[in-house]
T-cell receptor
Framework: GQQLNQSPQSMFIQEGEDVSMNCTSS?????WLWYKQDPGEGPVLLIA?????ELTSNGRLTAQFGITRKDSFLNISASIPSDVGIYFC??????????FGAGTTVTVRA | DTGVSQDPRHKITKRGQNVTFRCDPI?????LYWYRQTLGQGPEFLTY????????KSRLLSDRFSAERPKGSFSTLEIQRTEQGDSAMYLC??????????????FGEGSWLTVV
């Protein structure tokens, strides 16, 4: 089946830093989704990308749909303490099922 | 906020007991999904409904699991004769499939199940 590989697996960030994480797939996707999950909560949709090459922002977050359609990047600018959490990329396997990466855990260094 | 809501948020049960989770999707959404998530992993698809019809079930969904969506509104997920391996977060999600937005899925807050 389709596998999504996220990197890094975890990161420590300094408040105010810009950070980047990515997601690669063994197969082509026509949509990329980025979610953030806080402990004990469900994933919250951050950004949805629908077109290869698309660059979309949501506040301090920017995500790009890779032109090969096999990768996507998420950038967080000027990180703040509430950015801690687990970030998941996801792509549709078909029109009803999402495949998720294993997540990137972000911790803010005091 | 009229997002996806789930109840209960936490459930601790003894092995062998039955449990039921409820999900109320976003009102205009016609699709409803159940996913399961264990620690350190992303969510895994279990099943989905288009209106009231259950159209797909993952092989992860053993015969002890049953999901319903009467009248195409809320949904329930029942686990019978729970086992310790059923301990996980059960996530409900909904979506409205369109040509423009594809199938952007919105998740609820999840229901944590601990089987002791």
């Amino acid at each position: 089946g389709q596998q999504l590989n996220q990197s890094p697996q975890s990161m420590f960030i300094q408040e105010g830093e810009d950070v980047s994480m990515n997601c690669t797939s063994s197969s082509i996707f026509n949509t990329w989704l980025w979610y953030k999950q806080d402990p004990g909560e469900g994933p919250v949709l951050l950004i949805a990308l629908y077109k290869a090459g698309e660059l979309t922002s949501n506040g301090r977050l920017t995500a790009q749909f890779g032109i090969t359609r096999k990768d996507s990047f998420l950038n967080i600018s000027a990180s703040i303490p509430s950015d801690v959490g687990i970030y998941f990329c996801a792509g549709p396997v078909n029109d009803y099922k999402l495949s998720f990466g294993a997540g990137t855990t972000v911790t803010v260094r005091a | 906020d009229t997002g996806v809501s789930q109840d209960p948020r936490h459930k601790i049960t003894k092995r062998g007991q039955n449990v039921t989770f409820r999900c109320d999707p976003i009102s205009e959404h016609n699709r409803l999904y159940w996913y399961r998530q264990t620690l350190g992993q992303g969510p895994e698809f279990l099943t989905y409904f288009q209106n009231e019809a259950q159209l797909e079930k993952s092989r992860l969904l053993s015969d002890r699991f049953s999901a319903e969506r009467p009248k195409g509104s809320f949904s329930t997920l029942e686990i019978q004769r729970t086992e310790q391996g059923d301990s996980a977060m059960y996530l409900c999600a909904s979506s409205y499939l369109t040509q423009r937005s594809g199938n952007t899925i919105y998740f609820g807050e999840g229901s944590w199940l601990t089987v002791v």
